[in-house]
């Protein structure tokens, strides 16, 4: 089962920020937060990920809260071309058998003209 | 980062019949896992296919159904084999590298229809 939980969908305005919440109130303190997305008819591809600090890249900001039992994936400036599923996922850094992803239901991202 | 080609990109298939669908890297890397997404859900993992080893199937998916092969650290092959219309999906090639951080790379997948 998903250690995560995220609200079915969302939407909002372009240009506006989108802020999708995760909640991972079970996560292991050697768990990091990984956000993915899947837009229609294409493979997933990584967003971000993030241990306890804020992350920041190119493509969003990871804003985790102090307890690490939620975090917000921030999209600054929605365009269209974000409308896609969103998966906030939890795991261990490295790579084996016991760091598999595990991919919930995820946020429904619908950005709207 | 790494670029996943798969193949094909689609097919449409009739039942009892088999297919394997490849998955090529452009780069070495240690894991490779083979995912299927039925229509409207999410992803679900089938398998992890290390070089050099039996593959490791996750609890209600067997080798006999799903066959993978995995003949070098740039390769792999999975067979959805004797299919059934309750195989249409979309199954999916990712790789992760030791050097990436936990980050996974994902192909784009492969649509198969069964009829």
């Known amino acids: 089962d998903a250690k995560t939980t995220q609200p079915p969908s969302m939407d909002c305005a372009e240009g506006r920020a989108a802020n999708l919440p995760c909640n991972h109130s079970?996560?292991?303190?050697?768990?990091?937060v990984y956000w993915y997305r899947q837009i229609h008819s294409q493979g997933p591809q990584y967003i971000i990920h993030g241990l306890k600090n804020n992350e920041t890249n190119e493509m969003a900001s990871l804003i985790i809260t102090e307890d690490r039992k939620s975090s917000t994936l921030i999209l600054p400036h929605a365009t269209l071309r974000d409308t896609a599923v969103y998966y906030c996922?939890?795991?261990?850094?490295?790579?084996?058998?016991?760091?598999?992803?595990?991919f919930g239901k995820g946020i429904t991202l619908s950005v709207r003209p | 980062s790494a670029v996943i080609s798969q193949k094909p990109s689609r097919d449409i298939c009739q039942r009892g019949t088999s297919l394997t669908i490849q998955c090529q890297v452009d780069s070495q890397v240690t894991m490779m896992f083979w995912y299927r997404q039925q229509p409207g859900q999410s992803l679900t993992l089938i398998a992890t296919a290390n070089q050099g080893s039996e593959a490791t199937y996750e609890s209600g998916f067997v080798i006999d159904k799903f066959p993978i092969s995995r003949p070098n650290l740039t390769f792999s092959t999975l067979t959805v084999s004797n299919m059934s219309p309750e195989d249409s999906s979309i199954y999916l090639c990712s790789v992760e590298q030791g050097s990436s951080l936990g980050k996974a790379f994902f192909g784009q997948g492969t649509r198969l229809t069964v009829v």
């Open positions: 079970t996560i292991s303190g050697n768990e990091y």
């Open positions: 996922i939890v795991r261990v850094q490295y790579t084996g058998a016991n760091s598999k992803l595990t």
